[in-house]
């Protein structure tokens, strides 16, 4: 028996001859390329976009795919990379529901474009709806599939869109057994906000089962138009045989492998868990709202609404020129909300006229990229406990973590440094960012406590006091005798007070005595955690000055 791509595809997409581009990968850098069109300049933009813009990508380029595997944790083989979810979607169907005979089968309320693909490629589209809980029937969709020979794919959305809810794996597992002779498409553009597992650890054991990701969604990467299909190799090239000559930019090439890098990635997990905390607190509150009547349960960045009165709803949300979706062919009433930032959501109840809860806390984000290093910075001030960090100098991490956990807040920062040359750029790079990303966390320091000083530790005595006035000033007094604790060098340490005195805008000054390099250091930078702590408390609603600025 031929593997199951070639039986459900197309025959005339079988026998069709692909398009053959220019690209060659053995001779992209060597090569005087005289054989595509292409223009012998690069192009007038900047010099990270311009370096490569001028040639035709590769069409299905290795550094994404293996990216992408190691993302998705699944093999190279197993991707199709496109222009979005959207385009697997299209190809699918166009590579295996021949017009006027074959059949996709949809369980509506659902995303629309797996009918819109199917009416254009003139595919029959059946339906089975989602029941009145939302779920999916099951037992219909094997029935309805079973009883049509032409039906060549099934989709289902998990999480869906538009209601939010999940489709419990044992069911997606259920139906791909009983429809052997059908592809079972599983969109998973929300699976990152979900608790539910992907099903793409089942690839290998099921030939009929294609996942489908997507960028847009949890990556925050939706203009870029980026997304996969995962699927058993023998789709994966009957995909690749009708794609267009060129999918995929450049530009987005280098926008996802940049978006992607590992130094990235804590704080791309922290917005998400960010957004599961707002999609909580807008549980909570909308079921209090007057003019909303019911509120469904969502694995997504997204919750679906009945309200009482659609017009009447539409009107407060155009006078707050908030946009929502009104999905009425789900039911009467029907609307999905997007779950937004903190700011937006308190915009959103206000003018429900709903509690806005407890504001969200002070944080911010920082990325800093040079050649010698790549670090990516996150702090919470009113969160605690959470400390993510890895800068590939231990004796460092333990110090950033001292400062966090006196200080109170919650850090992420992960550096990728040039540690093969040493520690200086690191230790610097990571103090400055760590700094910067402080001061935009306390924002315009209204009701902080400003000013922060500490005395003794231990056998050892690191005296230090902080002032968060916006102007930058440092003093350390203390000797260190040992060049290096680990991989870290003592004679940093002064250097790394003026560092953040300088990206903070504070005054840091640090006294230390004591006999033993690892307890001074330490105590110094425990310390700090400590003066911190007093400084960026809030203590009332006023700023901590009588300029009136700081
Ligand atoms: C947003 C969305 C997509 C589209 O993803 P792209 O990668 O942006 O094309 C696909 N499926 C569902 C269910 C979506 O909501």
Do not use: W
Request: proline share 5%; aromatic share 6%.
């Amino acid at each position: 028996m031929t593997a199951l791509a070639q039986r459900l595809a197309r025959p005339e997409i079988l026998a069709l001859e692909p398009y053959q581009t220019a690209y060659d990968e053995n001779d992209r850098d060597q090569a005087i390329k005289l054989d595509a069109n292409e223009n012998p300049y690069a192009p007038l933009l900047s010099d990270s976009l311009a370096a490569t813009a001028n040639r035709y990508p590769e069409p299905q380029p290795a550094r994404l795919l293996a990216r992408l595997a190691a993302l998705y944790q699944v093999g190279p083989e197993t991707i199709f990379v496109g222009r979005g979810a959207d385009e697997a979607i299209e190809l699918l169907v166009r590579a295996f529901c021949t017009p006027g005979q074959d059949a996709v089968l949809t369980c509506p309320p659902t995303f629309s474009y797996y009918e819109t693909v199917a009416q254009i490629q003139g595919a029959r589209c059946l339906k089975v709806p989602l029941q009145d809980d939302f779920n999916i029937n099951k037992d219909e969709i094997v029935r309805v599939g079973s009883a049509d020979e032409n039906l060549k794919i099934v989709f289902l959305c998990s999480p869906m869109n538009p209601t939010g809810n999940s489709i419990a794996r044992q069911d997606i597992l259920d139906i791909c057994t009983a429809l052997p002779e059908t592809l079972i498409v599983v969109d998973e553009a929300y699976i990152e906000f979900s608790t539910h597992p992907s099903v793409a650890t089942e690839l290998a054991g099921l030939e009929n089962l294609v996942v489908l990701r997507t960028l847009s969604k949890a990556y925050g990467l939706a203009g870029a138009r980026c997304g996969v299909a995962l699927a058993d190799p023998e789709i994966i090239s009957v995909l690749r045989r009708i794609m267009p000559p060129y999918p995929l930019s450049t530009l987005t090439e280098q926008a996802v492998l940049q978006a992607l890098a590992p130094f990235r990635m804590p704080l791309i997990k922290k917005r998400v868990d960010e957004i599961l905390q707002q999609r909580d607190r807008l549980m909570e509150q909308l079921p209090l709202a007057k003019q909303i009547l019911d509120v469904y349960p969502s694995d997504a960045n997204a919750i679906f609404v009945k309200v009482a009165d659609a017009d009447s709803f539409q009107k407060i949300m155009d006078q707050a020129a908030i946009k929502v979706r009104r999905r009425e062919n789900v039911f009467q009433g029907g609307f999905r909300i997007t779950v937004g930032t903190p700011a937006e959501n308190t915009t959103l109840l206000a003018a429900l006229g709903l509690d806005q809860g407890v504001q969200s806390g002070r944080s911010a984000e920082r990325i800093r990229e040079t050649k010698e290093t790549r670090i990516s910075c996150r702090i919470d001030l009113d969160k605690t406990g959470v400390t993510d960090i890895n800068t590939g100098v231990g004796f460092f991490d333990h110090m950033l973590e001292q400062i966090a956990r006196h200080g109170g807040f919650s850090l992420s920062l992960i550096c990728e440094g040039d540690l093969e040359i040493d520690a200086h750029h690191t230790l610097e790079d990571c103090m400055l960012t760590f700094g910067e990303c402080l001061k935009a966390a306390l924002g315009d320091k209204r009701g902080i406590g400003r000013f922060g000083f500490l005395l003794p530790m231990d056998e050892t005595e690191a005296q230090i006091s902080v002032d968060l006035g916006g102007r930058p000033y440092s003093v350390f007094k203390g000797a260190f005798s040992a060049s290096h604790i680990g991989d870290y060098p003592t004679e940093m340490t002064a250097h790394l007070f003026r560092s953040l005195a300088d990206s903070l805008g504070a005054a840091i000054h640090v006294s230390v005595n004591g006999e033993n390099d690892h307890h001074k250091t330490e105590a110094c930078f425990k310390a700090l955690g400590r003066a911190l702590r007093m400084a960026i408390r809030k203590e009332g609603d006023d700023i901590p000055s009588t300029k009136g600025v700081l």
